[in-house]
């Protein structure tokens, strides 16, 4: 049951707008990950949301499975995921960026991967994802202790200063 549980539980509730769960280093796992993220994508009336589920053995396919199912919240402005120390790799990264790139309504995003295998492959996707972000105007994106390169590091910066409505951008 776990996280899905909860996910299924918390999506009855439909007129939730604001909600902050703090689910770090409880070994959710990818099938955990996911199962939140669809169980939430059906508060319809989810405008706020901060997650912490650092340290609990997320990988490629929950981050991917996550963002996907965030993508359908579609009255989700302010978003805080919290991943860090997990085992997120490029494939996740990219796959969680993309999709975060289809919350139409997203204006402030902090994402934090600190802790994460993510190379540069991922790193350059994700970059290229949130640049996409049409609406995104605050970005706080934490990529600390991963495993690409620093002219990597610094072509996501590149890539995601290039968003059209970008005020305040935060990388470390």
Avoid: H, W
């Avoid at 289809?102 to 994700?126: H, K, Q, V």
């Amino acid at each position: 049951m776990g996280a899905s549980g909860l996910g299924s539980a918390l999506a009855k509730c439909i007129n939730l707008s604001n909600l902050t769960l703090d689910l770090y280093d409880n070994q959710i796992g990818d099938e955990g990950a996911s199962g939140l993220g669809s169980a939430l994508a059906n508060c319809i009336n989810l405008s706020n949301l901060t997650i912490d589920l650092g340290n609990n053995q997320i990988g490629d396919e929950g981050a991917s499975g996550l963002g996907s199912a965030l993508a359908n919240c579609i009255n989700l402005s302010n978003l805080t995921l919290l991943l860090s120390n997990n085992q997120i790799g490029d494939e996740g990264a990219s796959g969680l960026g993309s999709a975060l790139a289809n919350c139409i309504n997203l204006s402030n995003l902090t994402l934090d991967l600190y802790g994460n295998p993510i190379g540069d492959e991922g790193a350059s996707g994700l970059g290229s994802a949130l640049a996409n972000c049409i609406n995104l105007s605050n970005l706080t994106l934490d990529l600390r202790q991963n495993s690409m390169n620093d002219s990597q590091k610094f072509k996501v910066i590149s890539k995601c200063l290039k968003s059209k409505r970008l005020v305040f951008f935060d990388f470390k």
